[in-house]
């Protein structure tokens, strides 16, 4: 299913001056990744790595020297302090980077000019410039940039996307679409530095801005309208979009972090039918023990829990590196990931001046 | 006291008949509809009088009338009745422009006589929990609503611009609007609106989504679409999420009802068993009558919601936002 969806993609987009260099010389069976950064998403990457059959993580880089010690002896692979020291291993052919957003330029390009393949987590940058000079430096080096737009790999959100270009619900109409639950605590409170991670905005809602361009086209026109309460040991967000996208569909995006538990929902309707679904209704197992330890103060980030034999992170990766074995094009490009950033910032702006925020016709790349 | 029902035009009209009929010390004794055969339906369905000429209408004894003729029909309906000494509860909304919704306050104001607007989502026992919370401070400030009220195209006059005022924005973004200031005790200061005609062939809206920001900075959304499908289980609904900075509320307010699976008529449905709000309504304006007090639902409540909608669509136009001032 991914390749037809890369080879659709790729008639349709051919007028792009895309090349694609595969330095991986002769074929290759395995690929060596290294994952840098070892937080929640690092922790998650290995994970999945793990239980992916070809591809090998080699190594792992973190500030935290314990921590990435601890996570090398449990994968088998080699723990490095340094990422130039990571860089210089030739076998080394795909860098997997989940550090917090403002650093995501500085090392997808120190890993593009040691010529690595790069998996970058979303957001993928900062801002559109940020995000451009990171697929510039990419292209310049001839390594491969992809972005991880996990929803995308979500099968609940892959499935209504595809009753919508079916033709299930008839001409969309109104797209209402929600996530988020308790305030992220992470390294150095990272989240809270609008600065770092660009908010709410910019860090959770990009997921929804970039399921709704994939499925509905190039976003026209965006309200934003936001609330932050960040003073205190009980700090939230809050944040409602309003979205026209060039075909006249309009969305409405809830993003919060004021919620007590994470949980995600949409309801798309068209002229033809309606698709919901919540979250909280369709896990088939709810647990509760009888007495639990409370949990330490810094939570981590709020991860959503799959009942799947593969789940979204693995399927993620799985694709990404499969596409790098092949020269296929992924089902989401560091394009993509660059405009749902520019969507992101459209209704930062928007927040911040309380106006709309008209979004420029999109360059053909 | 004896209650007159302007027009049936609205299918409340039939909920607050009945309820009429069932009130204790009131009485339905006179119907006028410039449909007459609407009209005298309604007459033989409630055994209440039917007049075609609308002054003879009014100047029977009745105390007060309902008024559920067509949005564009209102203003003239409540003001000949104003004029007559009689008191009035009218439909949502309340007109279909502002300054006839003005004209429609003063004239009872000067006859006086009760202006009560029907509101009856206020009258749902789990908005007025709802309300109690939220003045008791339980939730903190209020930082932002996100609330629907969704239904299914209505047909009919409500489509047709001339007698609606407009679509699905004039229909659905005042319930939870009025419920918004209600409960808040605020007014709105900015509007914008994206509106669509996108699930029917219809002259007016059936979608569109309202942001707000109210004078307290309170952020508020509401959505109110005529995009439940022909097959949904309900006609619609009413729901807010609620963000105060000492907890989050759900609300969903037509929530109480079994779910049928109806092989007979092969479809899904909700069937309600919540507490009848038509009934509260029509009781709380029967008390108003009897105790001459001032109405729980005011001509203000009516405008101040209609003015909301007005900038949406001004807003929906022009592509901006639209400041609010009020007189």
């Known amino acids: ?365 | 006291m004896n209650i007159g029902i302007i027009s049936f035009a609205h299918m409340h009209a039939n909920s607050y008949a009945k309820h009429l009929h069932r009130h204790p010390e009131a009485e339905l004794t006179a119907i006028w509809d410039d449909d007459p055969s609407r009209g005298q339906r309604a007459s033989d369905a409630f055994g209440a009088r039917y007049y075609d000429d609308l002054d003879q209408f009014l100047h029977s004894d009745v105390d007060a009338v309902l008024v559920c003729s067509e949005n564009a029909k209102h203003r003239d309906h409540v003001v000949k009745a104003s004029q007559a000494g009689k008191h009035v509860l009218c439909e949502k909304p309340i007109a279909t422009e502002i300054r006839d919704a003005e004209e429609m306050i003063d004239s009872c104001r000067e006859h006086g006589v009760i202006l009560q607007i029907a509101y009856p989502v206020r009258f749902a026992p789990s908005v007025e929990r709802v309300r109690d919370m939220v003045q008791n401070g339980e939730l903190g400030d209020i930082l932002a609503i996100n609330g629907t009220n969704h239904g299914q195209m209505p047909g009919g006059w409500f489509v047709q611009k001339e007698m609606s005022g407009g679509g699905a924005a004039t229909d659905h973004i005042v319930h939870v609007m009025d419920l918004v200031r209600w409960m808040l005790n605020d007014e709105v200061k900015s509007v914008y609106a994206e509106m669509g005609t996108r699930f029917y062939d219809i002259d007016v809206e059936d979608c569109g989504i309202v942001s707000l920001e109210m004078e307290s900075g309170t952020i508020v959304t509401i959505d109110p679409s005529w995009s439940r499908p022909k097959t949904f289980p309900m006609w619609g609904g009413v729901k807010m999420e609620m963000v105060g900075t000492k907890g989050t509320l759900s609300v969903d307010v037509f929530k109480q009802s079994v779910l049928y699976f109806n092989d007979r008529d092969g479809k899904v449905q909700q069937l309600p068993w919540a507490e009848d709000m038509d009934k509260r309504l029509i009781d709380d304006f029967l008390d108003c009558i009897k105790h001459n007090r001032a109405p729980f639902i005011t001509g203000e409540d009516g405008l101040r919601t209609l003015e909301v909608v007005k900038a949406a669509y001004e807003s929906h136009e022009s592509k901006k936002v639209v400041q609010l001032t009020r007189r």
């Open chain 1, 1 to 365: 299913m991914p390749k037809k969806e890369c080879e659709k993609e790729m008639s349709a987009k051919s007028r792009r001056s895309r090349t694609i260099h595969l330095k991986l010389g002769r074929m290759k069976t395995m690929l060596n990744v290294a994952v840098i950064g070892l937080g929640t998403m690092g922790n998650v990457h290995v994970e999945a790595w793990s239980r992916i059959s070809d591809v090998n993580v080699a190594a792992v880089s973190a500030l935290d020297r314990e921590k990435t010690e601890a996570v090398a002896s449990q994968y088998g692979a080699k723990p490095y302090s340094q990422l130039e020291a990571l860089l210089e291993q030739p076998d080394i052919d795909l860098v997997d980077i989940c550090l917090p957003t403002y650093l995501h330029k500085q090392f997808v390009t120190k890993a593009a000019e040691a010529g690595k393949h790069i998996i970058c987590e979303k957001p993928l940058g900062l801002d559109v410039k940020e995000a451009q000079e990171m697929i510039d430096v990419c292209e310049q080096n001839g390594v491969e940039l992809y972005a991880a737009q996990v929803v995308r790999f979500f099968p609940e959100y892959v499935n209504a996307r595809e009753q919508v270009k079916k033709g299930k619900i008839g001409k969309p109409g109104i797209v209402r679409l929600s996530r988020g639950g308790p305030f992220p605590r992470a390294w150095e409170n990272w989240y809270a530095d609008e600065k770092k991670s660009g908010g709410l905005i910019l860090d959770m809602m990009i997921h929804d801005f970039d399921w709704l361009r994939w499925t509905f086209g190039e976003v026209e026109r965006v309200m934003a309208r936001r609330v932050v309460r960040s003073e205190g040991t009980n700090p939230l967000e809050y944040v409602l979009v309003t979205l026209r996208t060039e075909d006249g569909t309009i969305a409405h995006v809830e993003g919060t972090w004021a919620h007590p538990s994470f949980r995600t929902s949409f309801e798309i309707a068209g002229d033809k039918g309606m698709i919901v679904h919540d979250s909280r209704d369709s896990a088939p197992l709810s647990l509760h023990l009888r007495a639990h330890e409370d949990k330490g103060a810094d939570q981590g980030v709020a991860v959503p829990e799959s009942p799947l034999h593969k789940d979204p992170y693995q399927r993620q990766l799985e694709h990404f590196s499969r596409c790098l074995m092949t020269g296929a094009r992924p089902i989401v490009t560091a394009y993509d990931a660059l405009k749902a950033v520019e969507i992101s910032q459209a209704a930062l702006k928007s927040a911040s001046f309380g106006k709309p925020v008209e979004i420029g016709k999109h360059e053909v790349n």
